[in-house]
């Protein structure tokens, strides 16, 4: 930084510019951080990381990178607060047909996928024709993560809640906006997705995050469940729908069981653009962006802050994989 130049401003506290205002901070950057309190999908987010996702059994984009920064970046921050808000679990992959069983089990010798297995011999829950169990799991509270963010900054006296007019010039900011940045197309055309998730009291057992039927059950303690998600590209609101509830209300009975009460239920816009893959670089006014970290923020924003803040404070520059270019 120039001696003239005034602290950056991180626009947005949801995990992107969390994890990139402590990147900061531990870097001795000066900036502050404005965010309008409205909400972002963070705070809905159920925090889930799943090494290995979606029909095809994959491990999830650049996971070898990704996840041990993420872990780390999670853990040393709740000894550096006092606060506790990355919680491991392991994963139970289920699969609903034989031939999707089949498609699991033909890669279960695949390099990449081996470092992620820890059992294919666990009992198979009724109504399932095969189960698979995953290490390197677990759930990131977002909500707490983001509140303790917010405190230690508001302490520091660098957090504001205030919304930031981005369309008037700043000489130096870094837009953290999620899908509230994308959703007129200011960086191109989006594809963001809005997701519903419920929030269930049960007496499941259960201590895995489970897998299959089209959806995923997450043990958040005390006898409460997260169970999602929907995927919808019409509707781009954060209303909860009673589509979007009988939906989850199905993945429930078959994940988990028909004995529950609903507590909670939630939607937001998950942020995605071009690819569904996290970007960082500078828009068509200067401005630095990160954002589009799609439905794997937990798992992305840490090692993307840091990426990006190399990138601004020691100018090296990140692979192509990973840089932003406006599309017009
Ligand atoms: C239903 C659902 C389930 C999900 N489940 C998971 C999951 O299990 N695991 C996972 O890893 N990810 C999950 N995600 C995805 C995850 O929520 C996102 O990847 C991540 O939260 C995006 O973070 P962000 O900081 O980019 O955006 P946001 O969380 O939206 O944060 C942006 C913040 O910036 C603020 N803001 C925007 N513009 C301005 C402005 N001009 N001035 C001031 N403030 C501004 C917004 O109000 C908001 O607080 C889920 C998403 C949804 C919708």
Redesign the pocket.
Known sequence: MTPSQQPWLI???????SCLAWEFFHRSIPFEI???G????????????NPITGKNFQPSWRIKEFHPQAVSFYTDLELKLDASFWHPLPVLRLASSEKEWKKIEGKFDKLEVIPWLQSSNIPTPPGFAGAVELKGGGRLD?FAFMEATRRFFTNYGIHRIS??D?SQPHTNRIL??????LLNDQLGSHRCAK???LTVRANWPETHIRIGAGGWLVPIGDGLFRI??TYEWDQLDESSTDAGRERIIEIAEKLGGRDFKITDHV?????ILRRSEPLIGKNTAGDWIF?A???????Y?PGMARMLADWIEKDIRPEEDFIFTPTR
């Open positions: 626009v947005g506290q949801g995990l992107a510019g404005v965010d309008n409205s909400g972002g999908s963070s705070r809905v987010a159920a925090g889930m990381v977002t919304h930031h981005t953290c906006e999620g899908a509230l940045g997701g519903e998730i999602g998600s939607a937001g816009i998950r942020p954002n970290l799609g439905s794997k923020g937990s798992l924003a």
